[in-house]
Every structure is written in structure tokens, then in C-alpha cells.
């Protein structure tokens, strides 16, 4: 079955480091990867995917993302990190050979960064 | 341009009762999704309509829940005697197209609160 794991519930990082949040996929294949951020009390915004070409993907406010498929891994990665950053962090997945386009998701990462 | 929009924001009923949430969508999207949200989880896929039709619903409860898509653009998720359960933020999100690749774009999310 298809299932996506975010291992840590909670990443701390200091402002200025880098920061990385954690995903791993279970899908048979060459699945599609999304990652999304939800601010308090707020919808999930859009951060980034990979589909297809170059495993490091560029996305929003700073952030990339690197498809391992080897580890069957799409970590989640920031240069230097903002206060601003603190919020939970889904990784999601779509199987490209089903007909049903529903994504599977983690159970998010509360991402803390501190002063 | 205008996102998804979603009210009320917040809705509490009694246990029993019947409810409509809606969903509006971004001009021009095709493929509109409903999820739900307990805290400290992921979304949790409902249904998903492609034009006016359910393409899938079975992510669908059970048959107190039921949704509409009348006119392929605006969604109303009605929920039949709400139980205690059934608590939890309702997300809608719409994609432009119906492609595995295509990014969905969330809502605020509806908060229900079954007393």
C-alpha cells in the first residue's frame, strides 16, 4: 500500500541554520512528491514537487527539496532558516499509475525555529 | 487572483443535526477535493469531483456524508445527523487540471465543531 512517513513530529533549529524535514515514501514506481505548509488556523499553502528530471527541486520562500530514490526519500531543506518558517510541514504522494489522483500524506512535522 | 474560499469558517452544531459546507473554488479549475483534518494528523482524502461529476468518493465515511458539484464549479459537502466524530477541519482544494502532476490548491479549511 501506499503510505508516506514523516518520522520526527518536531524539528527545533535556530535562525540562521539550515534546517531539514524529514520524508520517506512507500509507492511502487516513479511516484510524484509535494510538499505543503500549514500556518496556524490556516489552509495548506503549496511549496513545491517533483514529477520527473533533476532530484533537487526549487520551490517557495526558500525552500528545495531532494528526491532519493535509492532511500525513497524527499527531504525537505532550507539554507538558512527564518522565524518565520515555524509551522507544520506535510509531505504528500500520488501514484502515477493509479486512476485515483487522491494524494497520500504524512502526519506532519511541526517545524520550531528560535530567536 | 482570488484562492479557494471556504464558509463558514467555523461551524458548531448539536449531535443530529445537518450541515452544508462549501466550497469555492479557483476560477477556471476543473478537479475539486475534499478532505478532512483531525488535529495532529494529515489530511484525509473524501471525494474528488472532475467537472460536475464524483469521479472518486470513496474516501467517503460512510452515507451520512454526500457532496455536490452542480454547475462544476462550487461544491457543498452536506453531512447527515452529525455525530461527535465527525469534528474536524474540512479542506477543500481545486487543481486546473485532472493530471496526476497538477498541484492542488487549498482553502482555509471549514472548522466543525459537533457538540
Known amino acids: 500500500a501506499q503510505s508516506v512517513a514523516q518520522p520526527e513530529d518536531q524539528v527545533n533549529v535556530a535562525e540562521g541554520n539550515p534546517l531539514t524535514v524529514k520524508c520517506t515514501y512507500s509507492?511502487?514506481?516513479?511516484?510524484?512528491l509535494f510538499w505543503y505548509v500549514q500556518y496556524p488556523n490556516r489552509g495548506l499553502q503549496f511549496l513545491l514537487k517533483?514529477?520527473?528530471?533533476d532530484n533537487l527541486v526549487k520551490g517557495s520562500y526558500g525552500f528545495e527539496a531532494e528526491f532519493n530514490k535509492s532511500q525513497t526519500s524527499f527531504h525537505l531543506k532550507k539554507p538558512s532558516a527564518l522565524v518565520s518558517d515555524s509551522a507544520l510541514y506535510f509531505c504528500?504522494?500520488?501514484?502515477?499509475?493509479?486512476?485515483?489522483?487522491?494524494?497520500?500524506w504524512g502526519a506532519g512535522t511541526k517545524l520550531i525555529i528560535k530567536p | 487572483g482570488a484562492g479557494v474560499s471556504q464558509t463558514p469558517s467555523n461551524k458548531v452544531t448539536e449531535k443530529g443535526k445537518y450541515v452544508e459546507l462549501r466550497c469555492d473554488p479557483i476560477?477556471?479549475?476543473?478537479?475539486l477535493y475534499w478532505y478532512r483534518q483531525s488535529l495532529g494528523q494529515g489530511p484525509e482524502f473524501l471525494i474528488y469531483?472532475?467537472?460536475?461529476?464524483?469521479?472518486?468518493d470513496s474516501g467517503l465515511p460512510n452515507d451520512r456524508f454526500f457532496a455536490v458539484r452542480p454547475e462544476g464549479s462550487v461544491s457543498t459537502l452536506k453531512i447527515q445527523r452529525t455525530e461527535r466524530g465527525d469534528s474536524a477541519v474540512y479542506l477543500c482544494?481545486?487543481?486546473?487540471?485532472?493530471?496526476?502532476?497538477?498541484?492542488?490548491?487549498f482553502g482555509p479549511g471549514t472548522r466543525l465543531t459537533v457538540l
Open positions: 482544494a481545486s487543481s486546473l487540471g485532472q493530471g496526476p502532476t497538477d498541484t492542488q490548491y
Open positions: 469531483f472532475q467537472g460536475t461529476g464524483a469521479a472518486d
Open positions: 504528500a504522494v500520488r501514484d502515477p499509475r493509479r486512476s485515483n489522483y487522491q494524494l497520500i
Open positions: 476560477s477556471g479549475h476543473t478537479a
Open positions: 517533483y514529477i520527473t528530471g
Open positions: 509507492v511502487s514506481g516513479n511516484p510524484y
